[in-house]
């Protein structure tokens, strides 16, 4: 209970207007990575906004993918790992295709459906001018 009010008054000492350091904003992004804390709990036992613990997040991420150069992880990778990481990225494409074919096979179907009960030609017939 002692270390919840001394990292409290930290935070709660400071200005309105005034800025974490880096070294609380990370203990408190480790906090909910370790899942220790969720981001409302932290939210709340820090008294800040959910938003903002979602831009540090988004801000620790994209400095995390700056730093890393994608050549050289697939360089890094043995053969072994990168025939997996090909294979996943095979099947998630064919799963993607698999499901714009069946949209496109509804809609098709939907359009079918839309002319024979309505009357009404809904594709374009081909050779026709435009006006």
């Known amino acids: 209970m002692a270390t919840k009010n001394k990292d409290k008054t930290k935070i709660s000492t400071r200005k309105p207007w005034g800025r ?4 609380v904003k990370e203990k408190i992004l ?5 899942g220790m804390l969720s981001k409302s709990a932290a939210s709340r ?3 800040l906004p959910r938003s903002t613990i979602g831009l540090w ?4 991420n994209l400095t995390i993918l700056a730093q890393v150069n994608p050549l050289n992880v697939l360089s890094a990778m043995d053969e072994n790992q990168e025939t997996r990481l090909l ?6 494409l064919t799963k993607a295709l698999a499901d714009a074919q069946l949209k496109n096979a509804g809609l098709e179907t939907m ?3 839309a002319e024979s009960e309505l009357k009404i030609n809904i594709r374009k017939k081909r050779g026709t001018k435009r006006s």
């Open 111 to 113: 359009i079918e459906v």
């Open 20 to 23: 974490l350091s880096e070294d």
């Open 87 to 92: 294979k996943k990225k095979i099947d998630e």
């Open 30 to 34: 480790c906090e909910i990575n370790s």
């Open 57 to 60: 997040f988004e801000k620790r």
């Open 45 to 47: 036992k820090y008294s």
